[in-house]
């Protein structure tokens, strides 16, 4: 029977943004314009990076990697959004919306174990600099990230797989801009208890877990600075610090406020514009504070401009 109202469900009506109808084409504009200075802003982090030899160590890479995933990350909703802004469609088929959660569920949990190793290449650099370069070693930053990787992945495929043992039939309304898995949850006719328990196992290791060990490095980071005698060493420690602090307050910021302050169940309109910024203004802002924030950056660009414009 399960699997008969499964395969009666062939797509999702997504809802989408709660706004009138006659300011779809503003906010159009709004998005699109969003969207496109996140793809191009963290592309131009990856140029960086790239181009620039002295940018070529731990710190960088996992901004990399995390500029890569914000590109991603955010092209997983925001495309299939304004699509349906613009066509009037809010349909989503059923296999498109549950690759839709395993994507977004896979690079979200990315971008907290890449911030994770951000906080703690910051640590070592700050509190044990002697020993940088032996412990932040190639090998132990490729494994970082490929372990990131892993765990990401099998967390997200777990997730998609029990939601996919679920049955929908009757009500297909998402009221969402994109297939949210707690939305879905609570559409679906079947026992969710297990999908419920899993959520909260997971969300304590990708989520809980990374966010201690980063409260823990800055602890001991803040204790090291506090010991420096010089005001130049105290602007120096901080500079490094305060691009990867400002993009982890945004980052779990919004994700405090989601789901440690849920709405009440007679709206979802705060859900909705909570996920707006976690899926689309947080990538955008990530460019602008690690290039404005960050000196190192702001040097290989202004070099390879320079370059540019001499050539």
Same mark, same amino acid.
């Given at each position: 029977?399960?699997?008969?109202?499964?395969?009666?469900?062939?797509?999702?009506?997504?809802?989408?943004?709660?706004?009138?109808?006659?300011?779809?084409? $503003?906010?159009?504009?709004?998005?699109?314009?969003?969207?496109?200075?996140?793809?191009?802003?963290?592309?131009?982090?990856?140029?960086?990076?790239?181009?620039?030899?002295?940018?070529?160590?731990?710190?960088?890479?996992?901004?990399?990697?995390?500029?890569?995933?914000?590109?991603?990350?955010?092209?997983?909703?925001?495309?299939?959004?304004?699509?349906?802004?613009?066509?009037?469609?809010?349909?989503?088929?059923?296999?498109?919306?549950?690759?839709?959660?395993?994507?977004?569920?896979?690079?979200?949990?990315?971008?907290?174990?890449?911030?994770?190793?951000?906080?703690?290449?910051?640590?070592?650099?700050?509190?044990?600099?002697?020993?940088?370069?032996?412990?932040?070693?190639?090998?132990?930053?490729?494994?970082?990230?490929?372990?990131?990787?892993?765990?990401?992945?099998?967390?997200?495929?777990?997730?998609?797989?029990?939601?996919?043992?679920?049955?929908?039939?009757?009500?297909?309304?998402?009221?969402?801009?994109?297939?949210?898995?707690?939305?879905?949850?609570?559409?679906?006719?079947?026992?969710?208890?297990?999908?419920?328990?899993?959520?909260?196992? $997971?969300?304590?290791?990708?989520?809980?877990?990374?966010?201690?060990?980063?409260?823990?490095?800055?602890?001991?980071?803040?204790?090291?600075?506090?010991? $420096?005698?010089?005001?130049?060493?105290?602007?120096?420690?901080?500079?490094?610090?305060?691009?990867?602090?400002? $993009?982890?307050?945004?980052?779990?910021?919004?994700?405090?406020?989601?789901?440690?302050?849920?709405?009440?169940?007679?709206?979802?309109?705060?859900?909705?514009?909570?996920?707006?910024?976690?899926?689309?203004?947080?990538?955008?802002?990530?460019?602008?504070?690690?290039?404005?924030?960050?000196?190192?950056?702001?040097?290989?660009?202004?070099?390879?401009?320079?370059?540019?414009?001499?050539?």
């Amino acid at each position: 029977m399960g699997r008969e109202n499964q395969s009666s469900v062939s797509e999702f009506l997504l809802l989408g943004l709660p706004i009138w109808p006659e300011q779809q084409g $503003v906010f159009f504009a709004l998005f699109l314009g969003m969207y496109l200075i996140t793809v191009l802003g963290n592309l131009l982090i990856l140029l960086v990076i790239r181009l620039d030899p002295h940018l070529h160590n731990p710190m960088y890479f996992f901004l990399s990697h995390l500029a890569f995933t914000d590109i991603t990350f955010s092209s997983v909703t925001t495309p299939k959004m304004l699509m349906n802004m613009q066509t009037q469609s809010q349909s989503i088929s059923y296999a498109g919306c549950i690759s839709q959660v395993y994507f977004f569920l896979m690079l979200g949990c990315l971008d907290s174990f890449l911030l994770t190793s951000m906080a703690y290449d910051r640590y070592v650099a700050i509190c044990h600099p002697l020993h940088y370069i032996t412990i932040m070693s190639q090998s132990l930053c490729f494994l970082l990230v490929i372990v990131s990787w892993v765990l990401s992945s099998a967390s997200a495929i777990l997730h998609t797989l029990l939601l996919a043992r679920l049955s929908f039939c009757g009500d297909t309304l998402l009221p969402h801009f994109f297939c949210d898995l707690a939305t879905l949850l609570e559409l679906s006719t079947s026992d969710t208890t297990v999908n419920e328990l899993f959520i909260l196992t $997971v969300g304590v290791i990708v989520i809980t877990l990374p966010f201690a060990c980063i409260l823990v490095s800055y602890g001991c980071i803040g204790a090291t600075i506090l010991r $420096v005698p010089s005001t130049k060493g105290l602007y120096k420690a901080l500079s490094t610090c305060g691009s990867h602090l400002s $993009v982890v307050a945004l980052y779990y910021g919004t994700i405090i406020g989601l789901y440690f302050f849920p709405s009440s169940n007679n709206s979802n309109d705060k859900d909705v514009i909570v996920a707006i910024l976690y899926t689309l203004i947080t990538p955008m802002l990530n460019p602008f504070i690690y290039s404005l924030r960050n000196q190192d950056m702001k040097g290989a660009l202004g070099n390879i401009l320079s370059r540019g414009t001499f050539s």
